[in-house]
């Protein structure tokens, strides 16, 4: 730990915080991911150099975090020093770990929905809320002190935490940075931070303004040098895509006019933000209603009829998946069957979960044309980059799925393939999954005919039982209806048998006829005597 930015992973800070390995690196520290051996948890440890060059700085952001504690901050947990081999000291804090990564890590793989945008403002602004009731202004707020949190319990809502405080202003710093250069990333100054005047609360309402816009468009809306862009903002507003909502232009816009008494900020800016993320969700429950096939309830009765759904695994249908898995060289390939509120998987060749929710499935989308759904690169498709199953930690990239068409047109699911790389299809490839697809079906209508026709049997059986069960009850047997013997009194010699059994309505030939004495005789020959 000689060299200013030399890896430290695998040393003991304080007799207690085990460093695993780097996560981040600065011009002053280096950030580790760490296990607190104390409490047997991991922790994120920001060590500086024994060359950073503004002691006073470090002194602030340690007085700052001391005095925060908020779900949208990532919080300090302890501070100390550690000496190295040669003496020098080297100051730590130890952060809670946040598990995720950074908004401008997520702007880079691809567009956010607007959702999930106003969510992490509604966070961002609680959090100034906070650090400015507190004489807190952070001064840096960019794409990249913004940490999305993954808690790993599927919630799609976005979650956020502001960061790196270590530019911060409070009361009792302000003398270590009011009169030195400006101070913070060019492409999100304020106005005010460009002109070198009084830097406030609204500076960071303004920056955060610039960082959300960002997560729309995916590029900086003053780019350039500290002068460039700086002339820029000064000379103009920025550019708010006339394609979003009305209530987003709005917020937008106030949150980056050029006055910042004009901006609004705290309670009115969380109250702002609350009724955006209201107004979304609403939204979002509508555009899902109507992301329905044209006769759902039609549909749903077609699933229903074929009794597939929660039936165990067959391997009529594995041979399918895994045969649609080796023609395509894919690592995933599914039989999809889409309930109301879930997609369930009949076969599931190269993953182990056996359903999803409806929400993000990308099958439940391809059930509403009749025609293959074919995702050649979903980080740059519009109708997933902003799927979960994109954009998370799943990494689907590739989708190809053919409906599961019924004989009278409804769509229970698909034969789909997939992978976690982009690939291209040919009109055979699909020419392929459509024969895939039309053997699932037959299979389904086999099974389904095999339904009816047990159905119907057991209906046959029931009908035949009841009528049988009609007749014992309604024609009860008498005795003129039993069979009689005729009364015989005489001796029991061969040849001299009584006359057939005889019963009401019974005609035709005797089933034992008499025979004569020369037969009986013959038939048992006189004793010797």
Not at 291 to 320: C, H, K, N
Not at 372 to 387: H, L, V
């Amino acid at each position: 730990m000689t060299a200013p930015h030399a890896d430290a992973s695998g040393r003991t800070l304080a007799g207690r915080y085990w460093l695993e390995e780097p996560i981040g690196q600065g011009g002053m520290a280096t950030v580790y991911r760490a296990r607190d051996e104390t409490l047997g948890r991991h922790v994120a440890v920001k060590l500086f150099t024994d060359r950073s060059p503004d002691e006073n700085r470090q002194e602030t952001e340690l007085g700052v975090l001391a005095a925060l504690s908020h779900h949208a901050i990532a919080n300090l947990l302890d501070a100390g020093f550690d000496f190295d081999e040669g003496g020098h000291p080297h100051r730590f804090f130890v952060m809670e770990l946040v598990t995720g990564i950074d908004l401008h890590q997520r702007i880079a793989q691809g567009p956010l929905l607007s959702r999930n945008i106003a969510e992490i403002g509604y966070d961002l602004a609680e959090a100034l809320e906070y650090v400015h009731a507190r004489g807190v202004v952070h001064r840096d707020i960019k794409p990249s002190n913004v940490l999305l949190v993954d808690y790993n319990d599927g919630n799609v809502r976005a979650r956020a935490k502001l960061t790196d405080f270590g530019i911060a202003l409070s009361a009792d710093s302000e003398r270590f940075t009011r009169e030195g250069a400006t101070t913070g990333t060019a492409a999100y100054l304020s106005p005010e931070q460009a002109s070198g005047r009084d830097v406030t609360g609204a500076s960071d309402v303004y920056a955060l303004g610039l960082v959300l816009l960002e997560a729309f468009t995916r590029r900086l809306e003053f780019p350039g040098g500290l002068v460039e862009s700086a002339v820029a903002r000064l000379s103009r507003d920025p550019v708010i895509p006339p394609e979003l909502s009305p209530g987003w232009q709005q917020l937008l816009a106030a949150m980056t006019a050029r006055d910042p008494a004009q901006r609004p900020q705290g309670a009115d800016l969380v109250s702002m933000f609350r009724q955006l993320v209201v107004a979304e969700l609403s939204r979002h429950r509508e555009e899902s209603s109507e992301a329905l096939p044209r006769d759902e309830y039609g549909r749903m009765d077609a699933v229903g009829r074929y009794r597939i759904l929660d039936t165990p695994p067959d391997g009529a249908f594995d041979s399918i998946t895994a045969l649609a898995a080796r023609l395509f060289d894919v690592p995933v390939a599914i039989v999809s069957i889409v309930d109301h509120d879930r997609i369930w998987f009949k076969s599931h060749h190269g993953i182990e979960i056996e359903q999803i929710d409806r929400d993000p499935g990308l099958c439940a989308s391809a059930i509403m044309d009749d025609k293959p759904w074919i995702i050649e690169d979903a980080r740059f498709d519009p109708r997933a980059f902003s799927n979960p199953l994109v954009a998370g930690e799943f990494g689907l990239q590739f989708y190809a799925g053919v409906p599961l068409t019924t004989r009278d047109g409804h769509n229970l699911g698909t034969l789909c393939v997939l992978d976690f790389q982009p690939r291209t299809v040919t009109d055979k490839d699909i020419d392929t999954l459509t024969g895939l697809a039309a053997v699932v079906m037959e299979q389904l209508e086999v099974r389904l005919e095999a339904i009816r026709t047990t159905g119907e049997l057991q209906r046959a059986t029931g009908e035949l039982q009841r009528a049988t069960g009609e007749v014992h009850r309604t024609m009860p047997l008498t005795p003129a209806d039993m069979p009689t013997v005729p009364a015989y009194d005489g001796p029991m010699t061969p040849g001299s048998y009584p006359a057939p059994i005889s019963a009401p309505g019974v005609s035709g030939p005797a089933p034992f006829p008499p025979r004569s004495a020369a037969q009986a005789a013959a038939e048992h020959p006189p004793a010797l005597s």
